[in-house]
């Protein structure tokens, strides 16, 4: 079982201008197992569309792979600086902020040209204490500086990084001539958290670059974008699909079940069924079908959803896979569990590893995939895509 004091929920979200078919800003992350550490990095390209894009994606890339190596930051920015192109006289760049979260808590957080990263510790601003600058290498450097700063998270801490969209929406309007500002910016910040304690990364973000849109009168003027990490109290769920490979197994695999004391699915019809004899309690189908594709649900006490198996999880990985922040999820068995996935931070999966021979019938669709081949992916994207801890028992 996953241990840990907290967990750190990160959520981006990103908007670009109308009729930019890519944005100029860009996000990437890694997470570094062996060291336990996680590093984010969100850089801003000069100007718009592809140029902006690449530069941002060059910038963000090499500030990632530099800071795995624990490259000094103003060494790795001096590269950086001389690895961009220029353009004419004019030097082209890209802005960046890294934020590297380390396993006992520790935070550490560089800034170039980026609007200040805020800190909230509750619903007060906290201002840590080590604060310094640097200074960039190279004689054409000159003037450029890296500010950093390093802390220990607490429980209900946030850190909120943006792009100068944000910060800068709303510019030449009646309403903010000069932009919408960072001092309007920590405002709305902490009335949104001091109303909603508890919102998540997620929706935070989203509110914020909903605000920036609206300052620009729903017209974008360059590329905005908003990250929000939150360090809170975990929250737990437990997916069980499959039945055990002998069939000896199932109470103990019963008993691991009714003992879990956070949200639980089924997915598959055999595993409910051995779930709903063991602990004896009927097992009843819904007839209601919101995905014609898929096999309705059914309802098992104490079970938040019970659904069909291979069909529902395979669509769980498609989901999955293709989820960003534009995603509407629906009323579909899939999306009910990957709605679930998104709202817990340790998922702790049971996954039977006994064939279905139904699923051998040549006439099944291609697609159909052995379940624990799609339950392996449907991890590496719970834990790379959307930092989840998964906790995973094959039986």
Not at 13 to 19: A, D, T
Not at 40 to 61: M, N, P, R, Y
Not at 101 to 115: A, S, T
Request: glycine share 6%; with cysteine; net charge negative.
């Amino acid at each position: 079982m996953i241990q840990q004091i907290f967990h750190t929920e990160i959520d981006v979200q990103q908007l670009r201008p109308k009729g930019q078919e890519v944005s100029g800003d860009v996000f990437i992350s890694q997470q570094f197992s062996e060291e336990d550490r996680t590093i984010l990095v969100l850089s801003d390209g000069i100007g718009h569309g592809v140029k902006a894009s690449v530069l941002a994606t060059l910038t963000a890339t090499m500030a990632m792979n530099y800071s795995s190596f624990h490259t000094k930051p103003e060494i790795a920015a001096q590269i950086i600086m001389d690895v961009l192109p220029a353009a004419g006289e004019k030097p082209n760049y890209a802005t960046f902020t890294v934020i590297e979260i380390e396993k006992d808590g520790l935070v550490k957080i560089i800034n170039y040209d980026n609007p200040p990263v805020i800190i909230l510790r509750g619903q007060q601003l906290f201002k840590p204490a080590k604060v310094y600058e640097l200074k960039v290498g190279g004689a054409e450097n000159s003037g450029k500086l890296l500010r950093c700063l390093e802390f220990y998270a607490m429980k209900e801490d946030r850190i909120i990084f943006l792009t100068d969209g944000v910060t800068q929406s709303g510019i030449d309007t009646l309403k903010f001539k000069m932009g919408w500002g960072h001092d309007k910016t920590l405002s709305f910040i902490k009335e949104h958290v001091e109303n909603q304690p508890f919102i998540s990364a997620t929706k935070l973000a989203r509110k914020i670059v909903n605000k920036a849109l609206t300052n620009d009168n729903y017209s974008l003027k360059d590329d905005t974008s908003c990250g929000v990490i939150y360090f809170r109290e975990p929250r737990e769920t437990m997916l069980i699909t499959g039945p055990p490979f002998y069939k000896v197994k199932d109470s103990g695999f019963i008993d691991r079940i009714r003992d879990f004391k956070g949200e639980k699915i089924i997915c598959g019809g055999t595993t409910a069924e051995i779930i709903s004899r063991e602990l004896g309690l009927p097992l009843t189908s819904e007839q209601h079908h919101a995905d014609p594709t898929l096999p309705p649900t059914s309802k098992l006490e104490g079970f938040s959803l019970v659904t069909e198996g291979i069909l529902t999880i395979g669509k769980v990985e498609e989901i999955l896979e293709n989820y960003n922040s534009e995603t509407r999820l629906h009323g579909s068995p899939a999306d009910e569990i990957v709605k679930n996935l998104m709202k817990h931070d340790i998922i702790y999966l049971i996954v039977g590893t006994r064939i279905n021979w139904a699923h051998q019938d040549p006439d099944q669709p291609v697609e159909i995939e052995i379940r624990k081949t799609v339950v392996k992916r449907i991890i590496k994207l719970l834990q790379e895509k959307f930092f989840k801890k998964v906790d995973v028992e094959y039986i």
